[in-house]
Each structure stands twice: as structure tokens, then as C-alpha cells.
């Protein structure tokens, strides 16, 4: 079974960067789509980003397009997220997930394995 534990959360200021990184067990880590999703306090989980299998192609929600940048590195079998220009509305508890079937992954219920989820809180 694939076990994926994330690292890098913290305490940030509006405005600043965190990278999160997500390590994979499993040989099978470059079939993998790759994507983080987040839930703050009193909300539902929602969808953040997502990578293709090996380097394929990426895909942000709106809300963090261009803030954003989700990369993986086969080798090491971790996917990593980089969050720029941090906002308050960024807080929230996020999680990394993987899905088997290594295509367009886009939904919580498409994913087959998932992290145990690591804090960002973003003050203002």
C-alpha cells in the first residue's frame, strides 16, 4: 500500500511563501497523478492542484493560479508544492494524494491514497 507523508507546514505572513513537499513509498510513484488538496475550518476539502504521471501536465484551481506551482521529482518519489504570495484564505490543513490511474484527476473521490495532512496558517 502507498503511504504519502507531507512536510513544510507553518505559521506564514500574507504575503510570504511556504513550500510543501510530499514523500511516496512505492515503485510505482512515476504512474502516479499527483495532487494536493486543502480544507479550512468549517469547509469543505477542496481541489488545488494536480500533476499528470512523470512530468506531465499540471493543473491549478483558479483560486491559486499563477500563486501557485505544483512539481514532482520521480527519484526522490516526491511531489512538491510551492506557495507563493501567501492570503489569509490560504489557511487551511493540506493534503497530497495520489491516483493510480496516472491521467486528469481532478476530484477527491478520483484519488486512491492520501497524506495525513500538514497545517498552513497565513496571517494577515
Known amino acids: 500500500q502507498v503511504q504519502l507523508v507531507e512536510s513544510g507546514g507553518g505559521l506564514v505572513q500574507a504575503g510570504g511563501s511556504l513550500r510543501l513537499s510530499c514523500a511516496a513509498s512505492?515503485?510505482?510513484?512515476?504512474?502516479?497523478?499527483m495532487g494536493w488538496f486543502r480544507q479550512a475550518p468549517g469547509k469543505e476539502r477542496e481541489f488545488v492542484t494536480a500533476?499528470?504521471?512523470?512530468?506531465?501536465?499540471?493543473y491549478y484551481a483558479d483560486s491559486v493560479k499563477g500563486r501557485f506551482s505544483i512539481s514532482r521529482d520521480n527519484a526522490k518519489t516526491t511531489v512538491y508544492l510551492q506557495m507563493n504570495s501567501l492570503k489569509p484564505e490560504d489557511t487551511a490543513v493540506y493534503y497530497c494524494?495520489?491516483?493510480?490511474?496516472?491521467?486528469?484527476?481532478?476530484?477527491?473521490?478520483?484519488?486512491?491514497?492520501w497524506g495525513q495532512g500538514t497545517q498552513v496558517t497565513v496571517s494577515a
Open positions: 512505492g515503485r510505482t510513484f512515476s504512474s502516479y497523478t
Open positions: 494524494a495520489a491516483d493510480r490511474r496516472g491521467g486528469i484527476a481532478l476530484r477527491g473521490y478520483e484519488y486512491d491514497y
Open positions: 500533476i499528470s504521471k512523470s512530468t506531465g501536465d499540471t
